[in-house]
C-alpha cells in the first residue's frame, strides 16, 4: 500500500534536528497539518527518522535520501521493518545515488550509477524482509533515472527543480507513480536579501555536476549555472516572498503535475558549510495558513 504523503510536506536537512527543540518542532510540524517530513542526507541508521516517528503521531517521514553508496542493501532493508513495524505507513524511505565528488571521497567508483541503483533494488527485493516497492521513493532528474523511479519504486523525489522540470517528469513518469518534487523558499520580501540567502544555498549545488546537467536540459545557460547562480535561475529555483507569493509556486508544481510538494525553508542560522543550524519553526507555521 502506497504511503499517504499529503499535498505538502517538509524537506530539511538532517542535521537541524540535532538541536534541543527537535521533537517540539516535529510535533508541531505534525500538529500543523503537513504531511511529511523529509531528512535530507539522512544516515543510513535511520536512528533520526525513528526518533521523529516516535515524537509524532500521524506525520509521514521520509528519507531525502538515503546515499545508496554507503550501506548494504539487507542492512538498510532491515532498517526499514524495523521503523515500518512500530510505525506503520508512516516511513517513506527515499533512496538515491548522490553525485561523484561525495561518493568518490568515500573511496568508491562512481561509474554507472543507475546501473548501481538498479542492482541496489534487486537486493532490497531479494533481502530476507523485502522494501517494498510502494514504500521506497527515488531521487530523480534525468529521463532515465525518472523512468527506474516509477518503474521499481513508488515513483520520484527530483531536488532543486523547477516547475518545467515537475512538468517534464510528469510527463516521463506517466499517470501513475509519485511525483514529489522538493521546493527552496525564502520568506523575505527584500530582492537583495532573499536572493543573497537563496544563492548561499543554490551556489554549494551548482558544485555538483548532476544537477548542472539538469539545469542546463532545462534551458538554462552556462552563464545562470556559473558561480552561484544567475538571479534569473536563483528565482527560478528558490520562491521568495510572503507565505502566498509562496503557495503560488507550490500551487504551480501542483499544476504541473506534483502529488505532493517538499518545502524546504532557508533560513539566515542554516549553514550548508557548517552543517549548523535549528529547525525554522516560525517559518513553517507561518507558512502553514498559505499551504495548507
Known amino acids: 500500500m502506497a504511503i499517504p504523503l499529503g499535498r505538502v510536506g517538509i524537506w530539511s536537512p538532517s542535521y537541524i534536528w540535532e538541536a534541543d527543540d527537535a521533537h517540539e518542532a516535529a510535533a508541531e510540524i505534525d500538529a500543523a497539518g503537513y504531511g511529511a517530513l523529509w531528512l535530507g542526507a539522512a544516515a543510513p ?58 561518493v568518490e571521497r568515500l573511496g568508491r567508483s562512481y561509474t554507472r550509477p543507475l546501473d548501481y541503483l538498479a542492482g541496489y533494488l534487486d537486493a532490497l527485493d531479494n533481502a530476507a524482509e523485502p522494501v517494498p516497492v510502494d514504500q521506497r521513493v527515488l531521487a530523480a532528474l534525468r529521463p532515465k533515472a525518472l523512468t527506474l523511479a516509477g518503474q521499481r519504486s513508488a515513483g520520484a523525489h527530483p531536488y532543486l527543480v523547477t516547475p518545467e522540470h515537475t512538468r517534464i517528469a510528469r510527463e516521463t513518469l506517466g499517470a501513475g507513480p509519485l511525483l514529489a518534487p522538493e521546493q527552496k523558499v525564502v520568506l523575505e520580501t527584500d530582492p537583495s536579501a532573499a536572493r543573497a540567502l537563496a544563492r548561499a544555498s543554490v551556489g554549494y549545488y551548482l558544485r555538483l555536476p548532476n544537477y548542472v546537467r539538469s539545469l542546463l536540459a532545462l534551458g538554462f545557460t552556462e552563464d545562470d549555472v556559473a558561480g552561484s547562480g544567475s538571479d534569473r535561475l536563483v528565482d527560478a529555483l528558490v520562491a521568495w516572498g510572503t507565505p502566498e507569493q509562496i503557495a503560488k509556486r507550490v500551487a504551480e508544481h501542483h499544476d504541473a503535475g506534483a502529488d505532493h510538494v517538499a518545502v524546504q525553508v532557508l533560513a539566515p542560522d542554516i549553514d550548508l558549510a557548517t552543517r549548523g543550524g535549528r529547525p525554522p519553526r516560525q517559518a513553517w507555521q507561518a507558512l502553514a495558513a498559505a499551504l495548507l
Open 45 to 102: 541508521d535511520l536512528n533520526l527518522p525513528e526518533k521523529l516517528l516516535a515524537a509524532t503521531n500521524r506525520l509521514v517521514v521520509a528519507t531525502g535520501i538515503v546515499n545508496v553508496w554507503t550501506v548494504d542493501a539487507a542492512e538498510l532493508a532491515a532498517g526499514f521493518h524495523r521503523l515500518a513495524t512500530a510505525h506503520p505507513d508512516r516511513f517513506l524511505l527515499g533512496l538515491g545515488v548522490s553525485h561523484a565528488p561525495i
